[in-house]
């Protein structure tokens, strides 16, 4: 056998439309509420402590999005701490999907610093806003299986 072969779809056939893609992006308001945790945080803190600030004080993914007709994921989280110093990062989205969207925060001495690369708003992870996700030249399985198929 020398590989695959296309076929035609069988007469009536029904067009089957893949299931929504959940948005997964770092929201817009999770940058003030990363400010305001780590303002808030006592100057010596432990890993359990800055997790327990964030889990209270940033805003929950949305239970149903409109637009995706799904609920919106959750970006993954990660926590640094050298001594006093806290570091969180929160990013969402994959390179086969289009993009990475991140948001950064730090607090050093004292002071805190929240901010969103340059390189990770060329486009948002999955935002419908921007569109379908840029073609790499190559299919990738999650393309591939965003087309209407036939049953």
């Not at 993009?99 to 935002?127: E, F, K, M, Y």
Request: proline share 12%.
């Amino acid at each position: 056998m020398s590989g695959p072969s296309r076929r035609d779809c069988p007469a009536g056939a029904t067009p089957v439309n893949p299931p929504p893609i959940p948005l997964w992006e770092v929201p817009d308001g999770f940058d003030p509420a990363l400010q305001t945790v780590l303002t808030g945080l006592p100057a010596a803190v432990i890993e359990n402590d800055v997790l327990a600030a964030l889990a209270r004080s940033m805003p929950a993914p949305r239970s149903f999005n409109p637009d995706t007709q799904t609920a919106d994921r959750a970006p993954l989280r990660d926590v640094a701490l050298r001594g006093d110093d806290v570091g969180v990062a929160y990013r969402a989205g994959d390179r086969s999907t289009g993009g990475i969207d991140c948001l950064l925060g730090s607090r050093v001495n004292g002071t805190t610093l929240v901010w969103r690369p340059s390189w990770a708003q060329v486009q948002p992870a999955n935002s419908r806003a921007w569109g379908r996700p840029r073609s790499t030249g190559r299919e990738s399985p999650r393309r591939t299986s965003a087309r209407r198929r036939c049953r």
